[in-house]
């Protein structure tokens, strides 16, 4: 419109100057604006289609050079304390730059081995190296597993048996921060079915492998179970259908 107007005032001054019979017709700035929005109609109407390719090509250019200058910004280094580092706290994530730290429980697993037979009340058990106390098969999910994974790995490096994902049941989640007096953790519980004739050997945390009675361990106060091991057992039993003293 600036552009128009000016070019209005131009046409008028020039006007001037020549005699009455060689002037130009009069015309306004409105005028100059009517006419040449027309003339812009009829060109978009009929380039519709290349403008919003153009626009759109645009508006991708746009947003791909803010992607990338977003992406050369620095970021603050971090450093990953995994599940079995000596943090009682858990597992924690630590950015070094701004020094803040999330700090959440470690995940564990643990596996209920039950005795392929007629009989539910017959498991295999470990007794552990550290405590000498029975437990059952399990241990901490490493980073980048699945729980699934985890439990088959664990089975293997403590029995020496080796088991399929597809064949893990699950029994529940366990997260008392108090089950655990070394670190806070919450555990994912599975059973699977090991075939009666397997051998199984003690690996890894197990110094060795206990062929026992789920009723039996359950009930007696002598038997002493790691973490909340008994619990997890409890649990199993009602899923089975194993009877134990309610008072457990």
Not at 202 to 225: C, F, N, P, W, Y
Request: glycine share 6%.
């Amino acid at each position: 419109r600036i552009f128009l107007n000016y070019m209005a005032f131009q046409h008028r001054q020039r006007n001037a100057t020549l005699p009455t019979q060689h002037r130009l017709p009069k015309f306004s700035s409105n005028a100059l604006v009517t006419f040449f929005s027309r003339k812009m109609s009829s060109v978009v109407v009929g380039n519709e289609r290349l403008l919003w390719i153009l626009f759109a090509t645009a508006c991708v250019l746009s947003n791909l050079s803010l992607y990338q200058r977003l992406n050369s910004l620095p970021r603050p280094p971090s450093v990953f304390h995994g599940a079995r580092g000596p943090h009682p706290e858990g597992s924690c994530w630590c950015g070094s730059a701004d020094k803040y730290c999330l700090c959440t429980p470690s995940l564990a697993v643990d596996i209920i081995l039950a005795v392929d037979g007629p009989d539910p009340d017959d498991i295999y058990l470990v007794r552990r190296v550290d405590t000498g106390s029975l437990a059952t098969t399990g241990g901490f999910v490493e980073v980048g597993e699945s729980a699934e994974t985890a439990a088959v790995r664990e089975i293997h490096e403590e029995t020496g048996v080796a088991v399929a994902e597809k064949d893990l049941k699950l029994v529940g989640f366990y997260s008392d921060p108090r089950r655990d007096l070394r670190r806070h953790s919450a555990s994912v519980a599975y059973s699977v079915t090991i075939p009666a004739d397997a051998h199984l050997r003690a690996g890894d945390d197990a110094r060795g492998i206990v062929h026992a009675s789920l009723k039996d361990t359950i009930e007696k106060d002598s038997i002493l179970m790691f973490a909340d091991h008994k619990i997890i057992l409890k649990d199993y039993a009602r899923i089975v259908g194993v009877d134990v003293a309610q008072h457990i």
